[in-house]
């Protein structure tokens, strides 16, 4: 996670929680004045449009007095979906026994890209068996994770 996105993590949280949602996580697309702020919500009873809004609006608000970026950008509010962004330790946790994929800031060896089962989570590490192989890949290395959907 950059900066930039810890940032707007640490200043939305709040006001997304207090509308009842969580807020699983913030991704900052640069694109010059296509770039994207897409916000990850989820609450038990599932995501629908007037979620998105609700919480855009709330968030715009808070975004135009804090104005943390400096450059053109859409807001984007979304639910995570089936192949759910996994941004924390505690989201990898969740998906013990289920399949992920993830790229890495800095390669480990000469691979940078691993989809594998979850076999556990811990101490800043996700475990991952890929082709029969066990992988530990520290968490602060991964620079995007998303769960495989199975269509079983």
Known sequence: MSQLEQKLTEMLTSPVEALGFEMVGV????????????????????????????????????????????TEYNLEVSSPGMDRPL???AHYL????????VKLKIPMGD?????????????GNLTLEVDNQTHVLAIANIEKGNLVPSFD
């Open 111 to 123: 691979r940078r890209n691993y989809k594998g089962k979850v076999l556990g989570c811990e101490a």
């Open 27 to 70: 991704e900052f697309i640069r694109a010059g004045k296509h770039s994207t702020l897409r916000i990850y919500i989820d609450h038990p009873d599932g995501i629908g449009v007037e979620h998105c809004a609700e919480v855009s609006y709330q968030v715009s608000a808070v975004l135009d007095v804090e104005d943390p970026i400096s």
């Open 87 to 89: 941004f924390k330790e």
């Open 94 to 101: 969740t998906c013990v026994g289920e399949v992920v994929s």
